[in-house]
């Protein structure tokens, strides 16, 4: 569970806090998400450039799209592009 603590429209900075069980005892950990920056302090966000769940949060939070968080490298035309080639099995000796 994540929860929107602060944020900044003006530069779409935002504070996500996980909340975890009352069975679990670790500490509530706190995550900023930069949204002009792609960044996240999760770090899965500039690493893949997918949505972390930190990403998804704020989006739903801030009611914008997150498929605009997807870098275009997913989309449908770059992955046929990558496979377009023609590929040759290696045979065994």
């Known amino acids: 569970m994540c929860q929107v603590r602060r944020y900044s429209r003006e530069n779409n ?14 500490l509530p950990m706190s995550f900023t998400i930069r949204l002009n ?15 972390c769940h930190h990403v998804i949060v704020v989006c739903s939070f801030s009611h914008v799209d997150l498929t605009s968080y997807i870098h275009p490298i997913y989309s449908l035309y770059n992955i046929n592009k990558a496979y377009e080639i023609q590929f040759h099995p290696v045979k065994n000796k």
């Open 13 to 26: 900075e935002f504070e996500v806090q996980e909340m975890f069980s009352p069975h679990d005892h670790r």
């Open 37 to 51: 920056y792609w960044w996240c302090d999760c770090g899965y966000f500039q690493a893949l450039r997918l949505p």
